[in-house]
């Protein structure tokens, strides 16, 4: 981890980011309350964006994320109002996550197609799915459970240490489950050979393949990992709503990428690396959070991650070239 | 050069910041606008409107859209709590950003719907009312057939505000005695409710022949009566007299209205005079009095072939 730690302009601006709030928002940005808060507001993205990093490794892509959480949160949804279950919507949301992302996995590494027409072609097939199953409705009120939605309320106490401010503070238990996911995700790729397998097809995946990894079922494997990761960021978000729409997980797809985009910016290769998607994602939360804070329209955000994404490749560019 | 790098990306950001912090600056009471809905005509209307008195009231207005995303609703409301402004305006069923209710609550700001959906959580929602807009079209429709004849209804139940309407139109019918509903039609409203509509209306005329077995179509919204409208034109029973309201006053139905043919009426929501009231709610509150009702009505207006050109 320290390794990935080198200074870089992209972890630069991530600290001048904070620092800049910190001043501009004197008691508000930088309170236990408020990075809580950040927590559980990026935690969807977080998972989706853990998630990407596993297929972004190998030098693939997966358009269909979104999708995928939004059918995930109307499958979970659809059988609750049959079963009234909510062990068995959590178990089938989670199965159809893992079924599309096999679905992926096959179309690009079985019958060889490319990872963008594919998981394009899955992405318009989950959503109109999606569409179908909810008959193109929003299902909420007595239909969701109120012992699913709890998940997204409840959490674990974790005073004294920062509760200088009014209550207790609560830790949330989606901030958990996102934590819970970057850990696996990370164990996966830096740990386990599969993770140096992932990373040497990215590098190269014809040597890889020479050097005698199984490629297919390597990449069917880590897009079965991103489908259930986007399975369980839509359960999230649908837990959190208390509702289910066939379009809600939609805007995770582009975030998702820009969050391991500007990962990659910092890592030394320029590689996806989790715990530096994370910085992604909290530099895409901590804008969202302070710039509501200091008033500022909400669309510039898009703008200062698009500029930061292409500033920070943009000076290694320059870089190299001035070095030649 | 990593100090170069460092520089370049540190100080265009964080003066690119500066600047844009510069320009909200800070002026008299400040309140936030929180909707995923903003590409919508009609919000457009509401927030508009409310920026307009706003404006006047000398507040100072932040205009959040997450363009769609309902949990974004939930996070932003999160933040705006944070910064304790004073009141939020949300334009999102109230149910589904609960969660983001209750932070604001704890952090004793107001919140106010525009049209909204009402919730214990709210102030108040300020929105049309649905009983009344029923209730117009309904008694237009009995008045033009003086209180005789056979009308087909087109409904939609699992909709609560268009359930409420149907339910007000049903009232007024029974309560003529000579007016028989020929039948109570849902339309399947995936493709819009235009295309199911028609075809269920050719149906019912295809079933009632004879001129004059059907003197009047009602429809809980807009495109039915647009697909019933076609229906009858295309069977060439559009000289029968056939009259059919709707509610909402699109465009597409205020061109059908004008134009002079079956489709007589429709109900204009007063989007512009719900943003406005907003606003007029939130004074009061700013102002210390105790809003009693959970729910504030703006008039609506039937449009018909008299007043469709305003």
Partial sequence: MLKSFQTYGTLVCFFGLLLFFWVMLPGTFMTGRNLINISQQVSMLAVTAFAMTMVMAMGDFDLSVGSMASLAGIVAAVTFQLTGSVPLGIAAALLVGIAGGALNGFLVSYLGILPFVATLGTLTILSGTAFLVSGGKTIFGGDIPAGFSAIAKGGIPIWPIWSSVDQVLILPNLTIIAAIALFIIWFILQKMVFGRHVYAMGGNAEAARLAGINTRRTRLIAFCITGLGASIAGLMYAARVASANPTQGSGLMLDAIAAVFLGMTISRHGEPRVLNTLIGVLMIGILSNGLTQLSVDSYVRDILVGTIIIAAVAVGSVERLLRN | ?310
Avoid: C, H
């Fill in chain 2, 1 to 310: 050069m990593n100090f170069v790098r460092r520089s370049v990306l540190g100080i265009a950001a964080v003066s690119a910041l500066a600047l844009m912090s510069g320009l909200a600056a800070a002026a008299g009471e400040k309140i936030t606008v929180i909707t995923p809905y903003l590409a919508q005509p009609g919000t457009q209307f509401y927030v508009e409107a409310f920026q307009e008195k706003a404006k006047a009231n000398g507040w100072e207005v932040n205009v959040v859209d997450t363009k769609g995303d309902v949990a974004a609703v939930i996070s932003r409301l999160e933040d705006a709590a944070n910064q304790k402004p004073a009141a939020i305006v949300i334009n999102v069923d109230p149910s589904q950003v609960a969660a983001g209710l209750e932070a604001a609550k704890a952090a004793g700001v107001p919140v106010f719907g525009m049209d909204a959906g009402a919730s214990p959580l709210l102030v108040t929602n300020v929105t049309s009312n649905g009983y009344s807009m029923a209730a117009d079209t309904a008694a237009y429709v009995s008045n033009r057939i003086n209180g005789k004849g056979n009308i087909v209804m087109f409904v939609f139940d699992a909709f609560p505000p268009v359930q409420q309407r149907g339910i007000i139109a049903d009232a007024i019918f029974k309560n003529s005695p000579d007016i028989k509903v020929l039948d109570r039609v849902t339309p399947d409203v995936k493709d819009g409710g235009i295309a199911d509509s028609r075809a269920k209306m050719e149906a019912i005329l295809a079933a009632n022949p004879d001129k004059g077995s059907i003197s009047a179509v009602w429809a809980a919204w807009d495109q039915p009566a647009l697909g019933a409208l076609q229906a009858i034109e295309a069977a060439g029973r559009g000289g029968e007299g056939i009259v059919i309201t709707g509610i909402d006053a699109n465009p597409e139905a205020r061109a059908a209205i004008g134009k002079g043919s079956n489709f007589e009426a429709s109900m204009a929501q007063d989007f512009k005079g719900i943003g406005g009231a907003v606003a007029d709610a939130v004074k009061r509150q700013i102002a210390g009095e105790k809003i009693v009702a959970s729910v504030i009505y703006v008039p609506t207006r039937l449009i018909t072939a008299a007043n469709v050109g305003e």
